[in-house]
């Protein structure tokens, strides 16, 4: 296991103590998403959010991230749109290398990775950003739709124009240093190094370790169709495993309803147990049994801009 950074002193936290970020992506995808983020973000079941600018419902989430400033808010950066029936574009228009032949961000971040001109993500990126803070949010970090600037399935990433962003305005971003828990690529893990490297020359801070669970659920729509307990048995273990340091654990949690069925090809269930298993009181015990110290992307962006004052 990979030792961690000193993050967690820096942050103030006792030695050896296991850190989490509880994130929900996706806030202002649609109504579904919004409805369950805005109430577990307000219950403080969660951590953070990240928000997604391009989407249809992403005014009701600036609208209400701009009233409430006190609960951190981040911008999930976009650049693809998964979804067969529901789909979004770029701020910056379809006449750049954004975009599929129906003007939508492309669905396979592999396509992203292979024809995005960096000129145009750095555009797309900061207007992202800038419409969020226009809109009156305090934004506390950014991070990014299905791992689209990370360069994992081609090796091209975007990540320098992230940094960029990142740090001319003082916001940290969700990147690893470490793959503990999620794997032992060796390759992965030369790439993140170097990304780190990356993030500590620019003065941007990232956690040690991010982790989420199946983004599926097992077996959907098949008689072995994981069950409720079964994902929560599968969370709790997770919990359990949370090493020293600081580790953001993201999930998707929406409402289970007509709309997110609607919109999305699979995975509704899974989106609908994910909200039902933030405030289930055997998660919330084993986050007490296990002593898991709740830490914000707050913390990490005063941390960062007190080191340019």
């Known amino acids: 296991m990979t030792v961690p ?3 967690a002193d820096r942050l103030g936290l006792a030695p050896g103590a296991r850190a989490i970020i509880l994130n929900a992506d996706d806030f202002g995808m649609c109504h579904a998403a919004n409805t369950a983020i805005v ?3 307000t219950a403080g079941r969660i951590d953070s959010t990240t928000l997604m600018v391009p989407c249809s419902w992403s005014p009701e989430a600036l609208a209400f991230a701009a009233s409430r400033t006190d609960l951190d808010v981040g911008v999930h950066l976009v650049l693809t749109s998964e979804w067969s029936r529901y789909r979004w ?3 910056t228009g379809t006449s750049t290398t954004l975009v599929d032949a129906d003007g939508f961000f492309p669905a396979d971040t592999a396509v992203v990775e292979r024809t995005a001109a960096d000129a145009d993500v750095a555009a797309e990126i900061a207007a992202q950003l800038q419409a969020a803070l226009d809109a009156g949010v305090d934004v506390t970090h950014l991070d990014n739709h299905m791992g689209s600037v990370y360069g994992l399935l081609t090796g091209r990433d975007f990540l320098r124009p992230v940094f960029e962003l990142a740090a001319r305005h003082g916001l940290p971003f969700r990147l690893p240093r470490s793959m503990d828990g999620v794997g032992a690529d060796a390759a992965l ?3 993140l ?13 990232i956690v040690d370790r991010l982790w989420s669970h199946p983004f599926e659920l097992l077996g959907e729509g098949t008689d072995e169709e994981e069950t409720y307990e079964q994902v929560r048995e599968g969370f709790v273990a997770l919990l359990r495993a949370v090493p020293a340091g600081l580790t953001e654990i993201y999930l998707h949690p929406m409402v289970d309803d007509e709309e997110l069925r ?5 995975g509704a269930a899974k989106r609908g147990y994910e909200q039902r ?9 084993a986050i007490e049994d296990e002593a898991l110290v709740r830490v ?11 080191r340019i004052r």
Do not use: H, M, T
């Open 262 to 266: 609607a919109a999305v090809d699979y």
């Open 5 to 7: 950074s000193d993050l």
């Open 193 to 205: 190094d170097e990304a780190a490297a990356g993030a500590d020359a620019a003065g941007v801070e």
């Open 89 to 91: 574009r770029p701020l």
């Open 277 to 285: 298993l933030l405030s289930d009181p055997v998660v919330l015990q």
């Open 296 to 306: 914000g992307w707050r913390d990490l962006r005063d941390l960062q801009r007190s």
């Open 39 to 41: 109430d577990l973000l």
């Open 189 to 191: 893990q030369a790439k």
